[in-house]
């Protein structure tokens, strides 16, 4: 077999038919390095025809034209990239739950392989499309490095608990890909009338907020192998020692595409784990495999990954005991998205998040905490880092998101510090700790002469 079946999971209990095989593309949006993809082409071997489809949800949890954008960007490279393997790419519209099974059914496909997904509204999807589908639905973990579903069976409580069962996967998983081979059944044998996809259609279907417009960031899993490429080359070598340093450009950029799977995480791994770049490359490697596995273990366990009841009780204890202390500060939702509060630091975080669909790894974290100190309650707090981390960033919507707004809110995956006003026992963060860190006047200027233009 080319996928270790360790990564394959079947969602229903339906019999396989000989009809065509449906790889329904979603959290894994290219066609390198691709998991469910090269299982599909296994199952469709030399015989069966294998499509591969992608449903746009024309609205999505809020969603904006930014996100969308990067999105439609990088699929039409994958239809461009499959045409050349002969692969057809079929682009749905619609409720994926209904819209799958009705292309299956039109197809007479014999098997849909989809991709592994933990954050609720992929799994409903999923299961509806599992429940009315009459053949199997199979999903395979391209996203991870070590299968979410095998890592661990429960809620890790940390990066610690998760660390020595990651380590111990690593040398059964870390795998170099197989190359996908090119479909040799073509289009009329296949029997479908496969149009290829209007994308000016596709993006005047869209019902988003456009007022969040695009960013120049290439799109595209050649763009991100090219992304990746440079920063194994030029500066993972100085990740260890700069990466707090929003100043320094010294992080690797990859989460959007990792976000959209235009880029492997595994295809970033084995980079990594061949530039013999030493600490730099064990630094990287812990935020890329360890952090971010982690992030997945917590939306697949924890139903409520996105609000407070996801925290740990002593959490929510220490938040609820100064739930009534006086706030410094106090702003609404709309200040902190204009960038309207009286710490100029904050507001070049956000301006920087506004003005470019990033904000530092570093940042996040401080801004994220200042808006727990800044809230009226650590309710209001969390839905304002989640909404604006959503609404702008463009790797949002993600289960590192999810976790990183809960570790700054609700202290997730951390343990408790010293006791502060507003804080309780969640760790502080203060404008003096980023001074000792990196040149912070430096920092807000960039954004300030960003913001004038
Ligand atoms: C409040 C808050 C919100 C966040 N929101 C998101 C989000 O919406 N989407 C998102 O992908 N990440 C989020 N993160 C995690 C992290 O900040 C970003 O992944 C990282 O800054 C992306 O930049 P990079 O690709 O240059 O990271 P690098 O430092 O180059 O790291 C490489 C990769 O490792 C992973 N990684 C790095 N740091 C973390 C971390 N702390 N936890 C989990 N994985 C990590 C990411 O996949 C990242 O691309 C958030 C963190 C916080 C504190």
Redesign the pocket.
């Known amino acids: 077999m080319l996928v270790n079946e360790k990564r394959i999971h079947t969602l229903n209990g339906a019999s396989a038919g000989s009809g065509p095989v449906v790889y329904w593309m979603s959290r894994e949006q290219r066609v390198a390095d691709n998991w469910g993809l090269l299982h599909a082409r296994e199952l469709a071997g030399g015989t069966r025809p294998l499509v591969v489809a992608f449903c746009l949800v024309p609205g999505f949890l809020g969603a904006t034209l930014r996100q969308y954008d990067f999105m439609l960007r990088g699929l039409e490279a994958v239809e461009a990239e499959l045409a050349r393997l002969s692969i057809p790419f079929v682009m749905l519209t619609g409720d994926p739950g209904r819209e799958i099974p009705g292309l299956a059914a039109r197809l007479g496909a014999g098997v849909v392989v989809t991709d592994f997904d933990p954050l609720r509204i992929k799994q409903a999807w999923q299961g509806d499309t599992a429940g009315s589908l009459g053949v199997p639905l199979i999903e395979v973990d391209g996203h991870n490095v070590i299968p979410a579903r095998q890592v661990s069976a429960k809620q890790e409580y940390a990066a610690r608990t998760i660390r020595p069962k990651i380590h111990r996967l690593f040398g059964e998983y870390l795998e170099e890909f197989p190359e996908l081979t090119p479909q040799r059944i073509t289009d009329p044998e296949l029997g479908l009338e496969l149009a290829p996809v209007d994308w000016r259609a596709v993006r005047g279907s869209l019902r988003v907020d456009e007022s969040v417009g695009p960013v120049a960031l290439p799109a595209g899993e050649a763009a991100g192998r090219a992304a990746l490429d440079r920063?194994i080359a030029e500066r993972v070598e100085g990740?260890a020692g700069d990466?707090n340093d929003p100043n320094a450009d010294a992080?690797?950029?990859?989460?959007a595409y990792?976000?959209f799977g235009q880029l492997a995480?595994q295809r970033a791994a084995l980079a990594a784990a061949a530039s013999g770049r030493g600490e730099g490359q064990e630094a990287?490697l812990e935020?890329?495999v360890v952090?971010?596995e982690?992030?997945d273990n917590f939306c697949l366990h924890n139903p409520h990954y996105d609000s407070l009841r996801g925290a740990a009780p002593w959490a929510l204890k220490t938040l609820d005991e100064h739930r009534h202390d006086p706030r410094p500060h106090l702003y609404s939702h709309e200040q902190f998205d204009a960038a309207r509060t009286h710490s100029r630091l904050w507001n070049a975080a956000q301006t920087q998040l506004r003005a470019s669909g990033?904000?530092?790894?570093y940042m996040?974290?401080y801004?994220?905490k200042k808006i727990l100190e800044w809230s009226a309650t650590p309710e209001e707090a969390l839905e304002t880092?989640l909404a604006l981390?959503?609404r702008y960033?463009l790797?949002?919507?993600?289960p590192?998101?999810y976790?990183?707004?809960l570790?700054?809110v609700a202290g997730l995956h951390d343990r408790a510090w010293k006791t502060r006003p507003v804080y309780g026992s969640i760790r502080y963060m203060n404008e003096n700790g980023c001074r000792r860190k990196f040149d912070v006047d430096a920092y807000c200027e960039r954004w300030e002469a960003a913001e004038r233009g």
């Open positions: 920063f990740y990466r992080t690797s950029r990859l989460s990792f976000h995480p990287f935020e890329l952090r971010r982690l992030s990033y904000m530092h790894g996040r974290m801004w994220a880092v981390n959503d960033q790797d949002g919507r993600d590192n998101g976790v990183g707004a570790w700054s």
